[in-house]
């Protein structure tokens, strides 16, 4: 990406994002033929097609996608770098920690506690995010370390360190007949619970199509479990935390939920080093 600049990458996402330079000059707030003018000066200096255009729009060309996720990563970079500057000039010692809500509960506890005692520990803010959202946190800056999941996580482009290895579990109704199980299968949980799975939001916001119920966090998930409208297959350390009425059975061949601590690769925090020592050491 030698010799591009922020401006005409930002300029590129916003066409590829809107497929229309109508709409990306509105949304950028300056006129559309400077904006067609960056993007054929991007194009000449990279030598390739990243747009086709037509009377209904453009269209990405498969440069142009590649130029997009790069982009898109590109952006999120810099908008990282400028958030950790700003946050270092306010409190230079301290690091932001986030973790999805209702997840590693007691894991977390026990790194908190541990790190509280090390004779070097500074101020650590903790952010309880949403289904997803530790990953983005991290990329862009709003966050130094986090705690995520595996499979469900992304971890491209971090460091990381495994803390665990759980098994999963599927949480029902109180009072279902399948509660007295010792165990179930994932085909069992689909065919004989006769409970949908609830449906998450996309990183768009927008729902899968599906029968289950739309949830935004575990309270409101576990509601439903509770109320026999839904169930729901999740790690084996949320039971030690169930409210009444939920129950949660084995199930046995559920891929395992590592938990991972990830940072970005280009740190040199010593306290964030010191945060990682101590979780590998739990």
């Known amino acids: 990406m030698a010799g591009m600049e922020t401006r005409e990458l930002r300029y590129f996402v916003a066409v590829a994002e809107e497929l229309s330079f109508v709409r990306a000059a509105a949304r950028l707030g300056i006129a559309q033929p400077p904006l067609s003018r960056a993007i054929s000066q991007l194009e000449r200096r990279l030598g390739v097609t990243l747009l086709e255009r037509s009377s209904r729009g453009a269209a990405l060309t498969g440069a142009g996608s590649v130029l997009l996720r790069e982009a898109r990563a590109a952006l999120d970079a810099v908008e990282a770098a400028e958030r950790r500057t700003k946050r270092a000039a306010i409190d230079q010692a301290?690091?932001?920690?986030?973790?999805?809500?209702?997840?590693s509960t007691e894991?977390?506890?026990?790194?908190?506690d541990a790190y509280d005692a090390e004779p070097d520990a500074v101020p650590l803010e903790v952010l309880l995010c949403g289904i997803g959202e530790q990953e983005p946190m991290l990329r862009d800056g709003r966050a130094d370390v986090a705690l995520l999941h595996l499979?469900?996580?992304s971890t491209a482009g971090f460091d990381i360190e495994e803390l665990g290895t759980e098994r999963q579990v599927v949480l029902l109704p109180a009072g279902h007949p399948l509660t007295t199980r010792t165990h179930l299968r994932v085909d069992e949980v689909h065919d004989l619970t006769g409970l949908p799975l609830p449906r998450w939001p996309r990183r768009d916001g927008s729902y899968p199509d599906g029968p289950g119920p739309q949830v935004r966090d575990n309270?409101?998930?576990?509601?439903?479990?509770?109320?026999?409208?839904a169930c729901m297959i999740v790690p084996e350390s949320v039971r030690g935390h169930l409210p009444e009425g939920v129950a949660a059975v084995p199930v046995l061949d559920a891929a395992p939920v590592t938990t991972v601590i990830a940072w970005p690769p280009h740190s040199r925090s010593r306290a964030l080093a010191a945060l990682v020592r101590t979780a590998t050491r739990l």
């Open 94 to 103: 301290g690091l932001v920690l986030v973790t999805k809500a209702g997840a």
């Open 107 to 112: 894991l977390l506890a026990k790194l908190l």
């Open 151 to 153: 499979p469900f996580d």
């Open 219 to 229: 309270m409101q998930l576990l509601q439903l479990v509770s109320l026999g409208r």
